[in-house]
């Protein structure tokens, strides 16, 4: 009996401690409410990321650096008229939805395909399309094929697993053409057959392409197709039920666009400012009555691109042509450039 | 008849050497293709990591057509792949975290320190720790977001090795205990937890834990992997406590019980500092697991030392340098647990030298 109850008590005690570390570690934050209610008074904005060279990765100080990292710190332009205020933390693919659901991200800037399922089964909302990807090919250059068609009869590297798989095959039947897939699982075996000469090209998501290129031995020999096998749009995901966000996120982006439209960079803003155009004295907020009317900052597209610039500087400082991923603008240029950025009006 | 005990003819080791070798022609054969195959395999990596690398310089210097390695690179992101994104300013802090730790794990390793004593003095080396990383009163606060590198891979571990500790210890206890439902309570735990691999726990701290959560509640990503690792560990370590216990000979209680200890009494003063003592190169082992597994903390999106050197080559400066980056955090986990192996083999002899005594 005396020797249950000693047991017992020890136990109990043991529980108990449990019990309150337990409790006292969970920090309850503010109950749930708006999102952006939630950003204010937190004073931060909390963005999931991916890590791919040239999107999203850290420098040699930590610093996250890169193409959807430069749209976080001009959502938190618009929010905060700060570009420090924002924190970026990485999430693997598997986690980011899960976690930006459970709350722990206000925003996903990690490439995330916008897809009808997506929108409806997971409750998210995405914002405008920020990087139209696909499925792209990598081919040796002296093969001299501009256009995936011309590659009737060649041997293709596909990574097993993936849509590719389908997509490719899908190509084909299309064209009327016959290829051989080589289905290779690993990233490395991947990128040796076509060093090797084992396959003629390389079909993948085309930003993964233009990373791995650069890992080839001679990346010059190698050219990435302008045409795309499939749609992968990518876009900000957030939550549901926080429609002021989403119109934040939506006019951030908006802005990069329509600043490139009207030729206002991060170096010729200023002199925009004395422009007598009534489009350009809304958008920069020199007219400050939109602004108002909207409950924005009327200066913060001006904030955007003195700060980090319009779409294309985006672009091409981080993924463009003097960057190691050398990506063409393909479908990423202002409808008036053949592209398919288009912004609606700011009035 | 008295006989004389001789030590056996120890054979030069070059002798030794030669008839492990070179006994017989096919022998000799076996010997001189091994060497060969070795030769073959290690000199183009000799080539590539010493006679071709790149010592220093930027990226366009490893670029060219002969370089081998690229070390510069190691040098770059070395500040990176070791504090991955706490602020460069404020990096003394974990860097004073890192001294704290080979000191205090110096200290503890010789037996002539173990006592009590080193009990609290680990629980305040980690308030100290969690302190510097995250900031007090007058130091700037430091996100558990920014926090990554090697001071995670080793506090994760050490936290991990010390709250599991007394769960385990619980945990061993009850599974010995006569009290049905808390001995099955104990064995359910600990089979489920040695049952599942540990990115499934991760998976579950990272996944399930915040949905089953209240809304507005949320617990910290670092202190959830943490409570994952420290469940899966104690579970690990209950069984090798276990163990510790079965050795103590079932007199020894009945003895301290007749003599009129408590139970608790008993515990304390008669079992437990013998079984702990005959596990601890167990322990030593099964923390070195620890620290390897806690590179799976890098499939959550934790900085820990192996993720935050991947990282590292992404960077569309420095790009694609994986083989550096993975031969660099290869040699910090290798200098870390061959110490702790060899650690625990002089430890096991000596304490096996003190029991003989």
New interface residues.
């Given amino acids: 009996m005396q020797?249950?109850f000693?047991?017992?008590k020890?136990?109990t005690k043991?529980f108990a401690a449990t019990a309150a570390l337990a409790a006292g570690?969970?920090?309850?934050?503010?109950?749930?409410g708006e999102t952006l209610d939630k950003i204010k008074a937190r004073g931060v904005i909390k963005v999931g990321v991916g890590?791919?060279?040239?999107f999203f990765?850290?420098?040699?100080?930590?610093r996250w650096?890169g193409f959807f990292v430069d749209f976080g710190r001009a959502i938190a332009i618009t929010v905060f008229n700060d570009a420090e205020k924002v924190?970026f933390?990485?999430?693997?693919p598997?986690?980011r939805l899960?976690?930006l659901?459970?709350?722990?991200f206000d925003i996903l800037l990690s490439g995330v395909t916008q897809t009808v399922s997506r929108a409806f089964k997971l409750g998210f909302h995405f914002g405008p399309v920020v990087f139209y990807d696909g499925q792209g090919l990598l081919v040796r250059k002296d093969l001299g094929v501009s256009k995936g068609e011309e590659l009737d009869g060649a041997t293709i590297g596909v990574q097993s697993g993936t849509t590719g798989e389908l997509n490719i095959a899908d190509f084909f039947r299309k064209t009327g053409k016959a290829f051989t897939p080589v289905t290779i699982e690993e990233t490395g075996e991947f990128l040796k057959a076509l060093d090797s000469g084992r396959v003629d090209a390389l079909t993948q998501d085309a930003t993964d392409l233009a990373?791995k290129r650069?890992?080839l031995s001679k990346p010059d020999d190698y050219v990435l197709l302008p045409e795309r096998l499939s749609k992968e749009p990518l876009a900000p995901a957030i939550r549901a039920g926080d429609d002021q966000w989403l119109e934040i996120v939506n006019w951030t982006v908006y802005a990069t666009i329509q600043a490139e439209e009207f030729g206002i960079t991060k170096d010729n803003v200023d002199t925009f400012l004395k422009s007598e155009d009534p489009a350009i004295k809304r958008f920069l907020g020199v007219d400050p009555s939109l602004g108002e009317a909207i409950g924005l900052d009327p200066k913060f597209a001006y904030n955007i691109v003195k700060t980090v610039g319009n779409y294309g500087e985006i672009f091409e400082r981080?993924v463009g042509k003097g960057?190691?991923?050398n990506f063409e603008r393909g479908y990423n240029q202002p409808w008036t450039a053949g592209g398919l950025l288009y912004s609606p009006p700011f009035r | 008849m008295s006989q004389i005990e001789l030590a056996p003819p120890v054979a030069p080791d070059w002798h030794r050497w030669r008839d492990g070798l070179f006994s017989g022609w096919a022998n000799g054969l076996v010997t001189l293709a091994t060497l060969a195959a070795m030769l073959w395999l290690a000199l183009p990596f000799f080539r590539w990591a010493v006679v071709d690398a790149v010592w220093s310089g930027t990226s366009a210097d490893c670029a060219t057509e002969t370089a081998g390695a690229c070390w510069a690179f190691v040098g770059?992101?070395f500040?990176?792949m070791l504090?991955?994104?706490?602020?460069?300013p404020l990096q003394w802090r974990p860097a004073l975290v890192l001294t704290l730790i080979t000191a205090l794990l110096t200290v503890s390793a010789l037996p002539r320190f173990w006592s009590f004593r080193l009990v609290p003095v680990w629980l305040l080396a980690l308030v100290v720790i969690w302190l510097l990383m995250a900031g007090t009163a007058g130091m700037e606060p430091v996100?558990t977001?920014?926090w990554g590198g090697l001071p995670i891979t080793l506090t994760v571990s050490i936290a991990g090795l010390a709250f599991a500790f007394p769960i385990a210890l619980?945990l061993a206890l009850?599974r010995q205990?006569d009290?049905g439902i808390?001995r099955c309570l104990a064995i359910a735990f600990i089979e489920v937890l040695r049952g599942v691999p540990m990115i499934a726990v991760l998976?579950v701290a990272?996944?399930i834990v915040?949905?089953a959560?209240p809304?507005?509640?949320?617990?910290?990503?670092l202190?959830r992997a943490q409570i994952g690792v420290t469940l899966f560990f104690s579970a690990y370590l209950a069984e090798v406590i276990r163990a510790g216990l079965q050795v103590i000979p079932s007199g020894q209680k009945e003895a301290a019980l007749s003599l009129g200890l408590?139970?608790?009494q008993m515990l304390r003063l008669v079992v437990l500092p013998q079984a702990l003592i005959a596990v601890i190169p167990a322990i030593v082992n099964l923390s070195i697991g620890i620290v390897l597994n806690t590179s799976l903390l890098a499939?959550?999106?934790i900085?820990d030392l192996l993720n935050a050197a991947k990282?590292?080559a992404?960077?569309?400066?420095?790009?694609?340098f994986y083989s550096e980056a993975y031969i660099f955090a290869a040699l910090v986990y290798f200098a870390i647990c061959f110490t702790g192996s060899r650690y625990s083999l002089w430890l096991e002899r000596k304490l096996n030298a003190s029991n003989r005594r």
């Fill in positions: 020797r249950h000693t047991h017992r020890l136990f043991a570690l969970i920090a309850t934050s503010a109950l749930a890590t791919t060279p040239g990765s850290p420098d040699s100080s930590g650096q924190e933390t990485n999430s693997s598997q986690q899960p976690a659901q459970s709350g722990e990373a650069t890992q981080n960057t190691a991923l | 770059a992101k500040r990176f504090f991955a994104f706490f602020p460069p996100s977001n920014h619980l009850a205990s009290m808390v998976y990272m996944l915040p949905m959560l809304s507005g509640a949320a617990i910290d990503k202190l408590s139970r608790i499939v959550i999106g900085y990282t590292s992404t960077d569309p400066i420095w790009l694609g």
